[in-house]
């Protein structure tokens, strides 16, 4: 177990207008809904904080996925406001004892506990840290208790993360793996990047 408290948000309240369907419930390479895999991958390497932001149409399903997991789902009924009301929903559901928290998009699946574990290791405090691939840098993020407690906000939820995290120090360290800058946008990116991810694994 880790001797510092970790968080994650994991955003999956988005209308997945592009995929036509919803996103968290997409299977990955070995059968598993994306939000079932991801908050697996989360349990695994000993997070005790895990808030999953839903949307009015999957909260119940996704009760259904994650139902033995500790987690807790955040319900965002006013979706159209934004990546960033999403946000702020979740990091206020977080213990006051939380140090750091991930920022984990539920429509970037392909994470696991090596990706995780080296995040936590080049977290910082008053930082927000994430990792790179070929100097492209990728998801979730890790962002220090100064920062995400700024994110309660209400004044920031108008506002872009990327742009929001400007005004703090960052730390960006390469990895040697592809799958941090995997987003499942559209049935295209699905096919391609899930199939590419099974056959890997086989």
């Known amino acids: 177990?880790?001797?510092?408290?970790l968080g994650v948000v994991i955003l999956a309240a988005g209308n997945s207008s592009r995929m036509k369907m919803q996103k968290a419930l997409l299977?990955?390479?070995?059968?598993?809904?994306?939000v079932l895999k991801i908050t697996e991958e989360y349990t695994k390497v000993g997070f005790e904080e895990i808030v999953i932001v839903?949307?009015?149409?999957?909260?119940?399903?996704?009760e259904a996925e994650v139902s033995q997991f500790n987690s807790r789902i955040i319900l965002?009924?006013?979706?159209?406001?934004?990546?960033?009301?999403?946000v702020s929903l979740g990091v206020r559901e977080l213990s006051k004892k939380t140090e750091y928290c991930f920022m984990q998009d539920v429509d970037r699946p392909l994470i696991n506990q090596r990706i995780l574990s080296t995040l936590i290791d080049i977290k910082?405090?008053?930082?927000?840290?994430?990792?790179?691939?070929?100097?492209?840098k990728g998801h979730p993020i890790v962002l220090s208790q100064e920062i995400f407690l700024q994110l309660c906000d209400p004044k920031n939820t108008d506002k872009v993360?990327?742009?929001f995290l400007r005004q703090f120090p960052s730390n960006?360290?390469?990895i040697d793996d592809p799958g941090i800058l995997i987003n499942i946008n559209t049935k295209e990116d699905y096919?391609?990047?899930?199939?590419?991810?099974k056959l890997h694994s086989n």
């Open 1 to 5: 177990m880790n001797n510092f408290r």
């Open 27 to 34: 299977k990955d390479q070995n059968g598993k809904s994306f």
């Open 54 to 62: 839903s949307n009015p149409d999957n909260v119940r399903l996704i």
């Open 76 to 86: 965002n009924n006013h979706v159209n406001k934004g990546r960033m009301f999403s």
């Open 124 to 136: 910082k405090p008053g930082y927000y840290s994430s990792l790179t691939y070929k100097n492209k």
């Open 161 to 163: 993360l990327s742009s």
């Open 172 to 174: 960006h360290v390469p």
């Open 191 to 197: 096919r391609a990047n899930i199939n590419a991810a």
